[in-house]
């Protein structure tokens, strides 16, 4: 039942980077269009959408916390996402997720996603 594989996720420390991958099993990003978001839930707090991804069109969106620090990316080649994370603050740890929607082209809301993984952590230090 899962089909979206999120990894890459580590300890760094404020102000480094990370690379997250997202897999995305039993899609084949070349047939059609899909809008992949990546998403964030730490301790004691909802999940929320960090930034989506239109896998044809390449139209992005990001939350405002993360603009100027993270970039969504696509290798349609490889049915992959990236979330190339620069800057990182403490405040950044959580658990990531991707998931994928077929209607919402535009949102950052984690209830029009779904096929969701367990995701991967990524914990930053000062």
């Known amino acids: 039942e899962v089909q979206l594989q999120a990894s890459g996720g580590g300890l760094a420390q404020t102000g480094g980077s990370l690379r997250l991958s997202c897999v995305a099993h039993?899609?084949?990003?070349?047939?059609?269009?899909?809008?992949i978001g990546w998403f964030r839930q730490a301790p004691g707090k909802e999940r929320e959408g960090i930034a989506s991804i239109s896998t044809n069109y390449g139209s992005a969106y990001y939350v405002d916390s993360v603009k100027g620090r993270f970039t969504i990316y696509t290798d349609n080649a490889k049915n992959t996402v990236y979330l190339q994370m620069n800057d990182l603050k403490p405040e950044d740890t959580a658990d990531y997720y991707c998931g994928v929607t077929f209607h919402s082209y535009s949102s950052l809301d984690p209830t029009d996603f779904g096929s969701w993984g367990p995701g991967t952590q990524v914990t930053v230090s000062s």
């Open positions: 039993r899609y084949t990003f070349a047939e059609r269009n899909y809008v």
